[in-house]
């Protein structure tokens, strides 16, 4: 709808994930007409873009513009991000006038900036898009508006944690296209009913037969070292399954990892063996994936 943000996911014609993106619709306003604002991972744009073009029809009046080295974006987050954004961002920020999966245009200080309320950290977050003319005020805005507040820059290994606990998928590590939305826990992204789209007469057979595989969150028992993508999963002298993701979870004090797992080791408790550089360590399954982009699902 008109202001609000959504997920949507690219399929190849096998019926597999093939990419990830976030999609905001723009009010006509004094900066446009009514725009799709479509973002993606940082190192998937000529690939996106290539999916895009190869999708849009001709009889279709729809025109493709990058605006990746004309903007960057600025990531506010934590419980005191709309106390922070209120001071310096013109504009009501409460929940009730600018609820999750929101987007406006507006101004942090003096720079313009389109604004969405979306998060790959699971906090409380904005993604803060300017124009990279104006990326330095709205920095020092940001910064000045979050003094009182103790503001403090962090770094991808922290997203990278916070993510894992919330169980957040990330491009080429879970969201690949060796498997579909079903064995990717994105059930309920997929609308069959919804008309047609890349990849849904593949999902049809799909939908109908058992998953190859299921992804899964595990538990690691060790605290000395972290599961790596490509790791094996052994069940005595089986392959079982293969990480994805691994890091620590510092809320839950947890060795986390994501899985793709036999269907029939996805169940919760299901133990199975990580290999870790030559030794062998126990993985337990805690939660099968099922993605909520709604921030409705925090692991305590």
């Known amino acids: 709808r008109p202001g609000r943000v959504g997920l949507g996911y690219l399929l190849n014609n096998q019926g597999c994930v093939k990419a990830e993106a976030t999609l905001a619709n723009l009010p006509a306003s004094d900066r446009g007409p009514n725009r799709s604002w479509y973002g993606s991972a940082a190192a998937a744009e000529l690939h996106d873009m290539d999916w895009l073009r190869a999708h849009t029809k001709p009889q279709e009046d729809v025109h493709l513009r990058s605006l990746t080295n004309d903007q960057t974006i600025l990531t506010l987050a934590g419980p005191k991000a709309r106390d922070i954004l209120s001071a310096c961002a013109r504009g009501d920020w409460s929940a009730q006038a600018f609820p999750w999966l929101s987007v406006r245009e507006c101004f942090v200080g003096i720079a313009p900036a389109t604004i969405m309320g979306?998060?790959?950290?699971?906090?409380?977050?904005?993604?803060?898009?300017?124009?990279?003319?104006?990326?330095?005020?709205?920095?020092?805005?940001?910064?000045?508006?979050?003094?009182?507040?103790?503001?403090?820059?962090?770094?991808?290994?922290?997203?990278?944690?916070?993510?894992?606990?919330?169980?957040?998928?990330?491009?080429?590590?879970?969201?690949?296209?060796?498997?579909?939305?079903?064995?990717?826990?994105?059930?309920?992204?997929?609308?069959?009913?919804?008309?047609?789209?890349?990849?849904?007469?593949?999902?049809?057979?799909?939908?109908?037969?058992?998953?190859?595989?299921?992804?899964?969150?595990?538990?690691?028992?060790?605290?000395?070292?972290?599961?790596?993508?490509?790791?094996?999963?052994?069940?005595?002298?089986?392959?079982?399954?293969?990480?994805?993701?691994?890091?620590?979870?510092?809320r839950t004090g947890l060795n986390l990892a994501m899985a793709f797992v036999k269907p029939e080791y996805s169940a919760v408790g299901s133990e199975m063996m990580l290999d870790a550089c030559g030794d062998l360590v126990k993985a337990t399954v805690i939660e099968p994936c099922s993605f909520d982009p709604s921030g409705s699902r925090m692991r305590s």
């Not at 998060?119 to 409380?124: A, C, K, V, Y």
């Not at 103790?150 to 290994?157: E, Q, S, V």
């Not at 008309?195 to 595989?213: K, N, S, T, Y």
Request: aromatic share 10%.
């Open 118 to 250: 979306v998060s790959f950290s699971g906090e409380l977050a904005y993604e803060i898009h300017v124009p990279n003319a104006s990326l330095y005020a709205a920095y020092l805005a940001l910064r000045d508006a979050g003094a009182p507040f103790d503001l403090r820059l962090f770094g991808a290994r922290a997203v990278e944690s916070m993510r894992m606990e919330k169980g957040f998928l990330h491009w080429k590590s879970e969201i690949i296209t060796e498997f579909d939305p079903f064995e990717t826990g994105l059930d309920r992204f997929v609308k069959l009913n919804k008309g047609d789209f890349a990849g849904r007469d593949a999902l049809l057979i799909r939908g109908a037969e058992p998953p190859r595989r299921q992804l899964v969150t595990l538990e690691i028992s060790a605290q000395n070292r972290p599961a790596h993508g490509g790791a094996s999963l052994m069940d005595a002298e089986q392959i079982v399954g293969t990480i994805t993701s691994g890091e620590w979870g510092h």
